[in-house]
T-cell receptor, first 112, second 110 residues
Framework: KAGVTQTPRYLIKTRGQQVTLSCSPISGHRSVSWYQQTPGQGLQFLFEYFSETQRNKGNFPGRFSGRQFSNSRSEMNVSTLELGDSALYLC???????????FGPGTRLTVT | GESVGLHLPTLSVQEGDNSIINCAYSNSASDYFIWYKQESGKGPQFIIDIRSNMDKRQGQRVTVLLNKTVKHLSLQIAATQPGDSAVYFCAETDLNDMRFGAGTRLTVKP
């Protein structure tokens, strides 16, 4: 069974731009969570989607948003990028909300 | 949750020794705890979990201990191998939010 895939793997954007990251969960998994990982803050929870609905949200500004499609694939969007948004963005999928999570390799976003 | 700093705590052990990695959590409402392993360039990988109604759980070469009184979690790795070298994170969740520790970098010397 294929693991969680994330595209793109690497991305460079400039301040003020917006970006969309994509996550394809493991087949059959219906829950997708997004995390931001930085050297200074470590891993931080962004949001979780289950059955196309956002179920939980972390403490991030409204510039960070996401959605989930009927096939459980998920996208997250960051608008008006700031330098501090440079991070590794990780997606994790699980069979159900709160289930064991399987992480993808992440998308490394650099904002210049 | 954990205070997260710029520098990860490190643990260096000899191959074959046992490793113990510790984690303190802050939310007494957390009822589910997970240990993850993250190798360089990869996403975190689930190792073992424990629910708050347990104080010990064993897996293959790994044991997680939970002390709810002092809000402390530990991961024990038996007979540590070079392939165990990675950053280890604890995570706590009350199903509304998940909080991660800063991580501990484990280095196994052959």
């Amino acid at each position: 069974k294929a693991g969680v895939t994330q595209t793109p793997r690497y991305l460079i954007k400039t301040r003020g731009q917006q970006v969309t990251l994509s996550c394809s969960p493991i087949s059959g998994h219906r829950s997708v969570s997004w995390y931001q990982q930085t050297p200074g803050q470590g891993l931080q929870f962004l949001f979780e989607y289950f059955s196309e609905t956002q179920r939980n949200k972390g403490n991030f500004p409204g510039r960070f948003s996401g959605r989930q499609f009927s096939n459980s694939r998920s996208e997250m969007n960051v608008s008006t990028l700031e330098l501090g948004d440079s991070a590794l963005y990780l997606c994790a999928s699980s069979l159900w909300q709160g289930g064991e999570q399987y992480f993808g390799p992440g998308t490394r976003l650099t904002v210049t | 949750g954990e205070s997260v700093g710029l520098h990860l705590p490190t643990l260096s052990v000899q191959e074959g020794d046992n490793s113990i990695i510790n984690c303190a959590y802050s939310n007494s409402a957390s009822d589910y705890f997970i240990w993850y392993k993250q190798e360089s360039g990869k996403g975190p990988q689930f190792i073992i979990d424990i629910r708050s109604n347990m104080d010990k759980r064993q897996g293959q070469r790994v044991t997680v201990l939970l002390n709810k009184t002092v809000k402390h979690l530990s991961l024990q790795i038996a007979a540590t191998q070079p392939g165990d070298s990675a950053v280890y994170f604890c995570a706590e969740t009350d199903l509304n939010d998940m909080r991660f520790g800063a991580g501990t970098r484990l280095t196994v010397k052959p």
